[in-house]
Nanobody, 131 residues
């Protein structure tokens, strides 16, 4: 199992930047795929970015490509999301999520940015972008 706690959210003007952090605990952290999701009130949770266990592979939602960067530091058990050129439509609660590679390797294709693929979740950190 892995426990996740997000931080780094806040309010910024459009065009600004934020870096979100997710602190993980659990002795198998390095074997987990990690992801960022976001959810605005009344809307479905959507995948933002995902990173493989060792950080070699990443996937991004089309809406954030070129603006957001996901990274991880397995030694520190930390996950990050650098968000640049923020837009009002980025406003949402942001969640980090994890799934063991032993589970994800059994998935079919296209699982990376689907909420149901993950079984560990943080409580979220709010990001608000004003115009």
């Amino acid at each position: 199992q892995v426990q996740l706690v997000e931080s780094g959210g806040g309010s910024v003007q459009a065009g600004g930047s934020l870096r979100l952090s997710c602190a993980a605990s659990g002795y198998t952290y390095s074997t987990y795929y990690m992801a960022w999701f976001r959810q605005a009130p009344g809307k479905e949770r959507e995948g933002v970015a995902v990173i493989s266990t060792g950080g070699s592979t990443t996937h991004y939602a089309d809406s954030v490509k070129g603006r957001f960067t996901i990274s991880r530091d397995n030694a520190k058990k930390m996950l990050y999301l650098q968000m640049n050129s923020l837009k009002p439509e980025d406003t949402a609660m942001y969640y980090c999520a994890a799934v063991s590679a032993s589970v994800s390797r059994r998935y079919g294709g296209g699982w990376y940015l689907k909420p149901d693929s993950y079984n560990s979740w943080g409580q979220g950190t709010q990001v608000t972008v004003s115009s």
